[in-house]
């Protein structure tokens, strides 16, 4: 079986960061503490992009600063 890939969209709120684009092994979910660069930033809202195809997810996640 293969793992699914979840490609992720992160919008960090209240600063001017760029944000980011990953793939990674684990759905993020609200509270978690992701790494964006060398910065961390905690998971505030999750959404589904769009049905995922095969073993991709498509999830956009907005962050902010702990």
């Known amino acids: 079986m293969v793992p ?6 992160y919008v960090v709120i ?4 760029p944000g ?3 793939n990674t092994d684990k759905e993020p979910r609200l ?3 992701i790494r964006i660069g060398d910065r961390q ?4 809202e999750v959404q589904e992009l769009i ?3 095969g073993d991709f997810h498509f999830l ?4 902010k600063a702990p």
């Open 4 to 9: 699914a890939i979840y490609k992720v969209s």
């Open 14 to 17: 209240g600063e001017e960061h």
């Open 41 to 44: 930033f905690r998971v505030v």
């Open 31 to 33: 509270n978690d503490v």
């Open 60 to 63: 956009h996640a907005s962050v």
């Open 51 to 53: 049905p995922p195809h």
């Open 20 to 22: 980011a684009i990953l």
